[in-house]
């Protein structure tokens, strides 16, 4: 049941796989979780969905995996301004490898150190892989 409603249009929140936060998090030693679930949050200060993310001020050392839906560009976007205003120290972001957007030629590829992900990742507790592949973009 849960890769029926993680694979579908139902939802556009996929949980961070543990091995590749803890794998960022060993180097970067994350403090705020930008876009999270109490369920599934990867740092100990985190916004949820009703937080608002997006309308709160970011601050130190950012991880962002964001919804995946239609306001992706908004929160690449917000990544990249926390930074470039000096309010974040980094925002890393685990991202859609979708090269043909709007949001990866005007942030990722721009102003981002971008990664791409071998294979396709397990999100959350699925048996499948993500019909997608996935990239890390690194603002700072």
């Not at 939802?11 to 180097?27: A, G, L, R, V």
């Not at 009703?50 to 991880?63: E, I, P, Y």
Request: glycine fraction near 6%; charged fraction near 20%; aromatic fraction near 16%.
């Amino acid at each position: 049941m849960v890769d029926k409603v993680l694979f579908s249009s139902t939802t556009d929140e996929w949980s961070t796989p543990q091995h590749i936060f803890d794998e960022w998090d060993n180097d970067c030693q994350f403090e705020l979780d930008v876009c999270a679930t109490p369920e599934n949050a990867k740092c100990s200060r985190y916004f949820t969905r009703a937080d608002d993310g997006l309308a709160q001020v970011w601050t130190g050392r950012c991880w962002m995996n964001p919804p995946y839906g239609r306001e992706i560009g908004l929160w690449v976007e917000k990544a990249w301004r926390s930074v470039t205003n000096g309010q974040a120290n980094f925002v890393v972001c685990l991202l859609p490898a979708r090269t043909d957007t709007r949001w990866f030629h005007d942030y990722c590829l721009k102003y981002g150190e971008v990664t791409f992900i071998r294979g396709r990742l397990k999100f959350g507790g699925a048996t499948n892989s993500a019909p997608f592949p996935s990239m890390i973009v690194v603002f700072s």
